[in-house]
């Protein structure tokens, strides 16, 4: 039976503080990694508080780093840190992301421009910044969604964004492969974080209605297919999208 052992291995999950990201961080530092836990430096110190929290107990496997993914300088920062510490990098959970639902018709420009930047852009620019850190025969693992898929009433920006990491996902699976570096993504379905907690019940139970298992995710159910994608067990698996909705497909 396999088991999946991380030991010696260095993980950077980005908007890690909370929710899936939180999850996917614990699994991977269970799994025995050592764990970056990433977040946005707001205003009021409630990331701050909380990726502090989360690594208290990690020890000296556990590091909290401040770092707008959509800034090339606090990137570079965040990864000299983490070159520091810990000299490398072996696994990149892209899990940042925000919502700012309108109608196309409503929608502003600002609100398009935003989302893009944190869910699509700032991919790309934390991988490419994350490229001269990286061990060869690394992983990467971007968060997609179901959104990206079917796209969802009201979220053409963030289903843009989504369907947008799909399409990176491929390419840098081709462009990374001579480095052994695989390269994948994870689209979940409606999950209970403190995200998937804001949509009305009424929407809500309109959606459980279409998936077939009748519920929504948890976080550690999608956290786990990451860790997977994270291991050796996933090595020839790469330029993929694994779905994880409970079998909604529109």
């Given amino acids: 039976m396999y088991s999946i052992d991380l030991t010696g291995k260095v993980a950077i999950v980005t908007g890690s503080s909370q929710g899936l990201g939180k999850a996917t961080a614990t699994l991977l530092y269970e799994a025995g990694a050592k764990v970056v836990v990433n977040y946005?430096?707001?205003?009021e110190g409630k990331c701050?508080?909380?990726?502090?929290?989360?690594v208290a107990a990690w020890g000296d496997r556990g590091l909290a780093i401040a770092a707008d993914v959509r800034s090339r300088a606090?990137?570079?920062?965040m990864f000299e840190i983490v070159k520091a510490r810990w000299g490398q990098v072996d696994i990149l959970v892209n899990n940042a992301a925000i919502l700012r639902d309108k109608t196309v018709k409503k929608m502003e420009d600002r609100e398009w421009e935003d989302v893009i930047e944190t869910n699509l852009s700032a991919v790309f620019r934390v991988v490419q910044s994350s490229l001269p850190f990286f061990n060869e025969g690394g992983r990467i693992v971007s968060m997609a969604s179901i959104s990206g898929i079917?796209?969802?009433?009201?979220?053409?920006?963030?289903?843009s964004a989504k369907a947008g990491v799909i399409g990176l996902t491929k390419v840098l699976s081709r462009e990374l492969a001579g480095r052994k570096i695989t390269v994948n993504a994870v689209a979940p379905g409606v999950v209970m974080t403190e995200m998937g907690k804001t949509i009305p019940e009424e929407a809500r139970q309109q959606m459980l209605a279409q998936?077939?298992?009748?519920?929504?995710?948890?976080?550690?159910?999608?956290a786990s297919v990451i860790l997977f994608l994270c291991s050796e067990m996933a090595s020839y698996m790469t330029?993929?999208?694994?779905?994880?909705?409970?079998?909604w497909w529109g």
């Fill in 239 to 247: 330029g993929q999208t694994l779905h994880v909705n409970g079998g």
């Fill in 48 to 54: 701050r508080a909380q990726a502090e929290e989360t």
């Fill in 40 to 43: 946005f430096n707001d205003p």
């Fill in 211 to 222: 998936i077939p298992l009748r519920r929504c995710g948890e976080p550690d159910e999608i």
């Fill in 74 to 77: 606090e990137l570079q920062q």
């Fill in 150 to 159: 079917i796209g969802f009433f009201g979220q053409a920006n963030y289903a």
